[in-house]
């Protein structure tokens, strides 16, 4: 138990429906983060959020909007992706950003697989 | 740029035997260094941690790790396998105050009874 939550666990989908994924932190955490890991390819980080607010996009493309309504939700909207999204999508937390010496905690991840 | 690299992308060790995995950083900056391990279907989950104060850091599971300055490293090690330990192992340097972590490629340990 990591404190880190992530709904669904797995989600296949088509390249033409829409889906969230949602991520739930019990840590008191103010900085959340999204982050791709795809087989073969070291981890990508996509999205940064701190207090709410959006601090880092990582020329991620469209069809991943990132929504943050508070400190402790964090949701990834997805639309019309591509079989090159297929990944696992791990969110994470940590205290706030400017605390270089706090480590990110880590959900299990969404295993998206994309048809 | 800074960067972190792990010398090997897989280890295989017997069952008992000394696990080391390497991790280097560049930087003429010390960052704050961060040792995670990945098992199957399962996130990033924090080994150990070096910020300050003494070099030689011990994390769960009987993991332990050296910063050495004068090397740029920050290997992890383990005085006897198990097989429980089989798994993905990062390494991840955070050097602003932003706490942004650069992640090493990864190193997959294969522990063989």
């Known amino acids: 138990e990591t404190g880190v939550t992530q709904t669904p666990r797995h989600l296949v989908m088509g390249m033409t429906n829409k889906k969230s994924l949602k991520c739930e932190q019990h840590?008191?955490?103010?900085?959340m983060y999204w982050y791709k890991q795809s087989a073969k390819k070291p981890l990508e980080l996509m999205f940064v959020?701190?207090?709410?607010?959006?601090?880092e996009n990582n020329s991620v493309p469209s069809r991943f909007s990132p929504e943050c309504p508070n400190s402790s939700h964090l949701f990834l909207h997805l639309h019309t992706l591509q079989p090159e999204d297929s990944a696992l999508y791990l969110c994470?937390?940590?205290?706030?950003?400017?605390?270089?010496?706090?480590?990110?905690?880590f959900g299990d991840g969404t295993r998206l697989s994309i048809l | 740029a800074q960067s972190v690299t792990q010398l090997g992308s897989h280890v295989s060790v017997s069952e008992g035997a000394l696990v080391l995995l390497r991790c280097n950083y560049s930087?003429?900056?010390?960052?704050?260094l961060f040792w995670y391990v990945q098992y199957p279907n399962q996130g990033l989950q924090l080994l150990l941690k070096?910020?300050?104060?003494?070099?030689l850091v011990k994390g769960i599971n009987g993991f332990e790790a050296e910063f050495k300055k004068s090397e740029t490293s920050f290997h992890l090690t383990k005085p006897s396998a198990h097989m429980s330990d089989a798994a993905e192992y990062f390494c991840?340097?955070?050097?602003?105050?932003?706490?942004?972590?650069?992640f090493g490629e990864g190193t997959q340990l294969t522990v063989n009874p």
């Open positions: 994470a937390s940590s205290q706030e950003l400017g605390i270089g010496n706090q480590p990110q905690h």
């Open positions: 840590l008191g955490h103010n900085a």
């Open positions: 959020y701190n207090f709410k607010e959006q601090t």
């Open positions: 930087s003429s900056v010390p960052p704050y």
């Open positions: 070096y910020t300050t104060g003494a070099t």
């Open positions: 991840a340097a955070s050097w602003t105050s932003g706490s942004r972590l650069t």
